[in-house]
């Protein structure tokens, strides 16, 4: 078989169907339409094992059987597979996650849960950050030093807090992202406080409420990952270390 088509098979295994399944199905649409032997010829599916293969597709709605002698098979049209896989797959999942549902439970040990949550990628961040500052109510500070990192969603998260009342901080000396600010009504932005200037490593800092923070660093790959709590102990008490470490250190400069 070449790259494409192993590849193809693959995806059908993902979707449910056995490597079997995948590869009859493939021939037949190749076919147009066959017999088991017509099947065998043109894939590595031996023909004793086609006619079980071709009966579980024809279950699973995928193609249709000529009562000849010998028996023929035709597949269902793409758009028609395409639906009958879509659909078990609905079916499937909402059973999958319906059955975790009904057995999930809450904590019931005085242990806490976990506060602190690592995500990786900078597209999960980015996913992450947006979250928390769509969840202030009162107060936001965000900051980076890279343009990149301030992506239009999190850009029109703020314009749309801002909109409805929270106060929205932004903390950069990046002129670009200044200018950008500059645009947006109702959010405030500061250069940090000069012994920031030489951090090379540093991505993000999101505090939203006093009881939510983020922490980002970019790796050596360029790649970001970051620290995130909200709504937790270890967050409000980072958030005032934080906060009273730019005051005593502002006011020594």
């Known amino acids: 078989m070449t ?8 995806a059908f295994e993902r979707l449910g169907l056995t490597s079997y399944e ?9 076919l147009g ?9 043109v894939t590595d599916v031996p023909r004793s094992q086609v006619y079980s293969v071709a009966e579980s597709l024809e279950d699973r709605g995928l193609l249709e059987v000529q009562q000849a002698s010998p028996i023929r098979y035709r597949p269902v049209s793409l758009e028609e597979a395409q639906q009958t896989l879509e659909e ?7 059973r999958a996650f319906d059955y975790v549902g009904s057995v ?7 242990e806490t849960q976990e506060d602190i949550w690592t995500v990786r990628s900078r597209e999960r ?13 009162s107060k936001i500070v965000i900051g980076t030093r890279l ?10 998260t703020l314009e749309e807090q801002a909109a ?62 970051a620290i995130w709590s909200s709504g937790s102990l270890f967050a409000s008490v980072l958030i005032q270390l934080i906060e009273a470490s730019d005051a005593m250190r502002g006011g020594s400069e």
């Open 88 to 94: 078990r797959f609905d079916r499937e999942r909402e």
């Open 147 to 156: 343009p990149e990192l301030f992506t239009e969603s999190i850009e029109r």
């Open 104 to 110: 999930r439970k809450e904590a019931t040990t005085e």
């Open 125 to 137: 961040v980015d996913d992450r950050v947006v979250d928390l500052l769509s969840q202030a109510t």
């Open 33 to 41: 339409s066959g017999t088991a032997r017509d099947v065998a010829s």
């Open 3 to 10: 790259n494409d088509e192993n590849e193809a098979v693959d």
């Open 22 to 30: 995948a590869k009859v199905f493939i021939a037949l649409h190749r």
């Open 164 to 225: 409805a009342g929270v106060s929205v901080l932004t903390v950069s000396r990046n002129d670009e992202i200044w200018e950008r600010i500059d645009a947006i009504d109702g959010v405030e932005i500061e250069t940090p406080p000069a012994y920031r200037e030489g951090d090379q490593r540093s991505g993000r800092i999101v505090i939203v409420d006093d009881d939510g923070i983020l922490l980002s660093v970019i790796d050596d790959d360029g790649s970001e990952t």
